[in-house]
């Protein structure tokens, strides 16, 4: 048996990402998944951050971005505010409710991951999360980890 071509393995990489959205529901986090990702975008950049810069680190287009920024602030998680730098743009910021929301995701989160990766010895997760970060890295993500923390990112992949 040879290796995984690199292919085979991104197929592998998107079955497993299916197997976490499909164990991440928001009975198992306590908030929707699509809240769980934007509040640890927002905690990765210090806990505030320029909506457009939003924009980019999460893939979305400006309009649905609004949407689920409607969402986190309606539920208190984050609050939107005018730039006092320039009054055109607006900062998301974290609330303390979405920190404690995202706390408990996170621990949840931590479940999910303990069922997927099963298979894994604690040796191989690490691995997984350096390996990963790494690829991350190299796509303008910063190597986000499976904390979401990029300064732990860095280190591992060694910069």
Known sequence: MGTVPTSG???????????VFGRSTEEVLGIRLKQYILLRDLADHGGAVAQQALCGTLHLDPNNLVLMLNEVEGAGFAERRRDPDDRRRHIVELTPAGVR?????????????DEVLSALNAKERIELGRLLSKALSEQGDGGADSTGTKAQAAAAAGH
């Open 101 to 113: 929301a995202l706390e408990l995701a996170e621990q949840r989160m931590q479940g999910v991951e």
């Open 9 to 19: 393995s991104l197929v592998l990489l998107t079955r497993l990402a299916r197997e």
